[in-house]
């Protein structure tokens, strides 16, 4: 669709097993499982935390599914749909009845349920409801994060980071490169500010960022209440 680069950021397909394997850095207990698309959809999040442009909201979404194949399947047809954003995490699987409909009618119906999911994750309306049968059954979970359980997420490594967007002027800056300050501004002063304003001097459009350093080699971890503060 033109103009899809303005919200996604990148796509990954990870097929084959061993893939699959690469990008969680273990094998997992089932290839096709709610866990495995959480783990992916942390992931996912944390890829689009990096990329994405300064002060841009991040999404991450996962999809893994167990569909007919060319071989006789024994367990059940079925797809499990992740999406991860700052403050919210939520898993939906759905479990199809064997043979009530073709390969390519369940890759539609899932394909369905994962542009709802993307949409109700970024708060847009939707306005198709995906149909299941009387036999077949979707269910759902949903977990929501406190700015405390973010920063406890943050410094046990789940999440790379947290941001807390500023503006300057009152008009927030839609620069793609960020001009980073990092440290651990305990407490913020007036040589920090100063840096941070002689490094934005020297190039001409740049999202300045202080870089708080949660865990610091030369200093002792700062709480959450530091942080905050």
């Given amino acids: 669709v033109p103009g899809a680069s303005n919200t996604i950021l990148e796509a ?26 959480e783990e992916m959809a942390i992931l996912a999040y944390n890829r689009a935390l990096k990329i994405c442009r300064p002060g841009c909201p991040a999404l991450g979404v996962r999809f893994t599914g167990s569909l007919p194949t060319s071989r006789p399947k024994h367990g059940d047809h079925r797809f499990h749909l992740s999406t991860r954003t700052s403050d919210r995490l939520w898993v939906s699987t759905v479990t199809l009845s064997k043979g009530l409909q073709t390969r390519e009618e369940e890759e539609i119906l899932s394909s369905q349920f994962l542009l709802k999911a993307i949409a109700n994750a970024s708060k847009v309306p939707v306005e198709f409801t995906p149909q299941l049968d009387a036999s077949e059954v979707s269910t759902e979970t949903e977990r929501l994060f406190s700015e405390d359980e973010e920063l406890e997420q943050l410094l046990n490594g789940e999440i790379c980071f947290k941001v807390y967007p500023f503006s300057i002027g009152g008009q927030t800056s839609n620069a793609e490169r960020k001009i980073i300050l990092p440290g651990s501004f305990n407490p913020l002063h007036e040589g920090h500010i100063q840096l941070l ?10 999202y300045p960022c202080f870089e708080i350093s949660a865990i610091n080699a030369d200093k002792p971890p700062l709480t959450r209440s530091q942080i905050k503060e």
């Fill in 12 to 37: 990954v397909i990870p097929y084959c097993r061993m893939s699959l394997i690469q990008l969680l850095g273990k094998i997992p207990a089932q290839f096709s499982s709610e866990q495995t698309a």
């Fill in 197 to 206: 304003e002689v490094a934005s001097s020297l190039l001409e459009n740049g």
